[in-house]
Structures are given as C-alpha cells and as structure tokens.
C-alpha cells in the first residue's frame, strides 16, 4: 500500500501536462480562516519552513504539495556508485546531491535545494498572478518536496477563510475565497483537513461550516485543534479532543504551533516538536499518544492510504471509460490530410451517399424528435398537401347568384330552355384552378426539406467533412445551386399539370357523371319535391309581385342584361332557377373531385421525378464536376484551426489517459488490501 501515494503523484504529473480536470484523484484539502495556524501545520508536516508569511491573507493562490519520502543522501550515493543495497528505496534521484530539495511545475528542471528560495519562489509566482496587493487567484502553484523526513502525502493548501477586503482585493473576497475552497472539497475522492484554532469557539468554525456542506456525513473530514498552548487560563480543549463538542468521525488531532517568536528567533522545527510532545505530555498526557505534529502526519498518511485504496477501483473504470471516448473523439477528427484527391473523393461521395439515404430513410443518424428526409417529403404530400386539397371546397366561392349569372351570360340575349355547356365549363375552370396554389406551395415546401437534409447531413453524417470549413461551404454552395436550377422546373411542370387540366374540360370522362342523368335525377326529386301544379301556381303569382327592376321573371320575349342591372343581394329563386344551380353545381361538385384526385396523384409524382429523384441522381456527378480541380484542392481541403487545434488537445489528453491507466496497472489487486 505504500506504493499508493506515490501512484497518485504520479497520475497528478500526467493530468498537469493537459491540464485535465476529468479525473478527480485523492488528494488532502487544507481549510482553515485566516491566520488559523494552517502554514505552520504544513510546515510541520515537512519538517521545514518554507512557506510565505506575513499579516493578513498571505496564502493567495491554491499550493499543491507533493511530499515524497526519499532515502537518505548517503544511502541514494552508495546505490549510485553500486555499492549500496537497494531497500524499499522509490527512487534513487541521481544527481541531486541533497538531502531535501523542492521543484516547482512553472520551473522545469530547476532544483530547489535552499528552502529559503522555494519561499522566495512561491512569493514572486504568486505576484505574477495575482498581483502584488492581496489579489487571489484559482491557479494552482505545484510544488513538490523531496526529503527523507516526510511522509508520502498530498496535500492542498488554500487561501485562508477573510470577512473583510484589503489592498486591491474585491468587495465579494469572502464568496471568492469560499467558492474555490469548495471547488476543492466537493470533489468525492478529497480528504478535508480542517484547521480550527483552540482559542476560538469550535461552533463557529469556518472550516468546519464549509467541510459540512459538501460532506454532510462528515466522512471526509479530519479536525486538527491549532494553538493549544494559547487557550485561557484555566481552560482546556479535552472535551474537545475527544469528540464530546462537534463528534468528526475521521477524529480530532490537537497540535501545538510555533509562536511569532520562535518564528523570530528561528527555532528549528525539530526543538518546536520535542517542545510539542512536552506540553502535550504536561497538559494532555491521555492524549499526548494521539496528538501532535508527527502522529498528524502519520493519521494523514493512513488516511489517504486507505481513501486512495477505496477510489483507485472506480479510478481505474473512470480512466477507462474516459480512454474510449477520448479515443472516439480524435477518430472523429480524423489524421492530417495526405492525398488530397482521395480524401476530396471520400467526402463527397460520403455526402452524397448520406444525402441519398436521408431521403430514402436508411439513413445511419436517424433523428428521433422530428421528421426529416423522406419521412418529411412523404408528410408533406399526403398530410399537407393531401389534407389541404380535401379541405378545399368543389363549390367554395360560389353563390346561386353566380351560377344564374354565368348560365344568363351563356345564353345571350336568348332565354335558355336547357342549361348551356359554356357555364359549366366557365364555371368549373374557376374552381379547378383554385388547385394551382397548394400545388405550388407543395413544391416549394419539398424545396425547403431538401435544403434542410444538407444542414442535417453535414451535422450529423458526415462529422469529418466539419474538419474543411472551405469544402464545406463549396459542397453547400453546389447542392443549393442544384436545388435552384431544378425549382423553376418542377414549378413550371406542376403549373402544367392544372394548365392541362384546363386546356380540356373531358365530360367523357368515365367517372363523370352525364348532365342528362344529373337533369333527370334533379326534375324528378322537384317533381317529388312538389305538391302536384299547385306550388308553379303559387310561385308564378309571387313572381308577379316581384318589381321590375333586379332579377325579374324570365317571361317570354323578355332579354336580362345584368351587367346594366343592379344584382340583388338575395331573392326567392324559381323552381326553373333552383333546378339549374342545382344542376351546374353536381356537375361542378362531379368534376371537381376527378380533377381533385388527378391533382392529387400527380403533383407528388412531379415532385419527386422533377425534383428530388434528379437531385439524388446528379448530386454525386454535379459535385465532383464543380469540386473536383487541380486548382480547388489544396484550398478546399484546409483544416480549420479549432480542429486541428481540438485535435491536438484531444490527442494529448488520450496519451495522458493511456499513461495513467499503465500507472493504475501496475498496483496488483493484492496491494489494495
């Protein structure tokens, strides 16, 4: 198990090179407010000083620190010149000639091996960043510290908890401060180590506050009670020690800090740790076992042991999983063009193909939320334009008074003893040609679809033609312009479908019904209808009473010009007029649903052999014919800078996963218990 921590450094080195947050690995999180003690517990634990200090907020930018146990100089100098024996020694570090040094991720391949510098170092990077008055930062500096004296351990030192702004620090410090710390402990696989002064209420504890909210169980949380030689007289923190207080079920560590003035006096870490066992023996002797600087770090080092052993398995299954789909991913963006005419030749005809199977619905990318492609061509003509030929009336717009009007204007200056032909046809024309403008809007939606399947093909099929901007918009440009020249066409034959219609009103038609039979059925209902002679009688003295002027009776010798007459808005009809409209309408009613369906059967047909069916025939042709130069190729076929830009970053985060997933292998399953 020993072999953990230094696993997970190593997994943290990989994701630093791609600058990758998808892997959220076991580290420890240091919180604590202000001047709470946290630097001098961090120093302890390394055994050095090294961190910056000062008043008020010093600690501006999140410090990752990797501590890695190392064996001695003169032990790694004897395995160096082979005469040593090689035992439980990680790494042997050949020429560092030191005994603890530091490096830093910003300063590749410089050794740190006086402390004072590593301060001076973090201090000038922090400035670089966050300015030089107090400003805050989110990045990481990454410090790692080599020293046979320490632990294996990783840790994460934050900004101290502030209330109030100073310096050039904004107004919200405080939300800013608690929203990186949190962007730090709400990862699942972090350990919380939280500082909280003895000499303060533990009630009251920003630390503890802040742990509480992303682990509610407290099973990620370790207490360390700070300053324990700084309590009032009198007064003791056992009870809070030994859980009584706030009960922290990874358990509650007191430790006693080094005072401003041995800071000054710069006493060494190791009297301040002989100085801590004194007291702690003196004041807490029950606990003495259990507290301090060095059992801290041991607690720690078994705590994050056992926390890396808990999440390497579902570690492990998150770098796998991420591998393939980081893997599919760069498969998406395809390799670096090398013959230039092939790939032209693939995408295009790729194109086509997916083009073509959108239409017939093979398509391999089938959407799910709406219709489109065929499905679409195939609800337009028989839901839309088939349900809006049905709803059209055969005798919409037509009044009673416009049917007389039209058989009148048939017959001349002649009464009419039958109803004449030329009103039927005049009549029936105008209703037919109502079919024209649906006909028409029919094209024109099988237009805009197929319009829409190349924004579909080019955002779903064809993923590797998005990598040429250029050949995109050329292949676009070509299928429109297709699409264009193809419109005016299928528009003028559909126009001739209801022109043919017209040029020829078939009353042979076999399913048109013969106006004598429609006479004959219409006089004999009237003659059902009436009551012997004595209705025409009834009816002929009511004409009388009607005035001269507007419709009069049609008596004999008598000529109606009603252009020259004021057309009433409603009068009684005779039953003479009533048997005529009602004549002219049936045979206007017959006809119109003959032609309705002729319309209706025809114009997708058009459609589909003018429009889409030439379209999927020609495309491949037509774009090879306006794509496919010598002089088009190299500036056709250039990748945007965000693919291969994505390519790039997609490449190096898949190496990465590659190597940490070689990492995790390497740990049997026998280390993990």
């Known amino acids: 198990m020993e072999t953990l921590i230094p696993t997970i450094n190593r997994l943290q080195e990989v994701f630093l090179t791609v600058g990758a947050e998808v892997i959220q690995l076991p580290q420890i999180v240091v919180v604590g407010s202000q001047s709470s003690g946290k630097s001098s517990v961090l120093e302890s634990l390394v055994g050095r000083d090294f961190l910056p200090r000062g008043s008020g907020i010093v600690t501006r930018r999140p410090l990752v620190l990797q501590l890695v146990n190392v064996a001695p100089l003169q032990e790694r100098l004897k395995i160096e010149n082979g005469s040593g024996v090689k035992q439980n020694v990680q790494i042997s570090y050949p020429g560092v000639k030191a005994e603890e040094w530091g490096t830093f991720l910003h300063c590749k391949n410089q050794i740190f091996t006086d402390f004072q510098e590593i301060r001076q170092e973090i201090e000038a990077e922090t400035e670089r960043n966050s300015g030089e008055n107090k400003g805050i930062s989110p990045e990481p500096i990454y410090l790692k510290i080599f020293s046979p004296k320490v632990l294996n351990l990783t840790l994460v030192d934050l900004p101290g908890i502030t209330k109030v702004p100073v310096g050039d620090q904004p107004e919200d410090i405080e939300a800013q401060v608690q929203e990186m710390i949190l962007s730090f402990i709400s990862n699942p696989n972090s350990l919380i180590l939280a500082v909280s002064p003895a000499n303060s209420d533990l009630a009251t504890s920003d630390a503890l506050k802040l742990a509480r909210e992303v682990d509610t169980d407290g099973r990620r949380t370790l207490l360390v009670v700070s300053k324990l030689d700084l309590m009032d007289a009198g007064t003791d923190a056992l009870e809070v020690l030994l859980g009584r207080v706030i009960p922290v079920k990874l358990g509650i560590i007191g430790v006693v800090n080094r005072s401003q003035h041995d800071i000054n006096t710069q006493k060494s870490l190791g009297d301040s740790m002989r100085d801590e066992q004194a007291f702690l023996q003196r004041h807490y002797p029950s606990l003495a076992a259990r507290s301090g600087s060095r059992y801290l770090a041991k607690t720690l080092s078994r705590l994050l042991m056992h926390h890396i052993r808990d999440c390497l398995p579902e570690l492990k299954t998150r770098v796998t999983v991420l591998s393939a789909q980081y893997q599919a991913q760069l498969n998406g963006y395809g390799q670096p063009v090398e013959d230039h005419s092939a790939t032209l030749l693939q995408i295009v005809t790729k194109f086509a193909s997916d083009y073509c199977h959108t239409i017939e619905g093979t398509a391999r990318y089938i959407q799910t939320s709406e219709l489109c492609g065929g499905a679409r061509i195939c609800y337009i003509f028989h839901e839309t334009f088939g349900r809006t030929l049905q709803s059209i009336d055969p005798l919409g717009g037509l009044t009673e008074l416009d049917i007389l009007t039209a058989i009148r204007n048939a017959t001349g200056p002649r009464p009419a003893l039958f109803v004449p032909e030329v009103s039927f046809e005049l009549l029936v024309k105008r209703q037919i040609k109502r079919l024209e403008e649906p006909s028409m809007r029919c094209v024109e939606l099988v237009h805009e679809e197929l319009q829409r399947i190349i924004q579909h093909c080019s955002s779903y099929s064809t993923q590797e033609l998005l990598r040429f901007p250029k050949l995109h918009d050329s292949i676009v440009e070509v299928v429109t312009g297709l699409l264009r020249k193809r419109l005016p066409i299928t528009n003028e034959m559909v126009h001739n479908l209801v022109s043919i219609e017209l040029a020829y009103i078939n009353t042979k038609h076999p399913d048109f019904t013969d106006a004598a039979q429609v006479s004959a059925s219409v006089n004999s209902q009237q003659a059902e209808a009436l009551d012997g002679g004595k209705r025409w009688k009834n009816e002929k003295v009511a004409e009388e009473r009607v005035p001269a002027s507007g419709f009069g009776s049609p008596s004999k010798g008598q000529s109606i010009n009603l252009l020259d007459t004021a057309v009433p808005i409603s009068r009684k009809l005779s039953a003479k007029e009533q048997r005529d409209c009602e ?91």
């Open 583 to 673: 004549i002219i309408q049936r045979l206007i009613k017959c006809y119109f649903l003959i032609v309705r369906k002729s319309i209706q059967d025809s114009v997708p047909k058009t459609v589909m052999h003018f429009l889409v069916n030439f379209v999927k025939e020609h495309l491949q042709s037509e774009l090879v014919g306006q794509l496919y130069k010598q002089s088009l190729l190299q500036e056709l076929l250039i990748e945007s800078q965000d693919t291969a830009q994505q390519r790039t970053e997609v490449a190096q985060m898949l190496e990465a996963l590659q190597k940490a997933n070689n990492i995790i292998s390497e740990i049997r399953e026998t280390h993990l218990w």
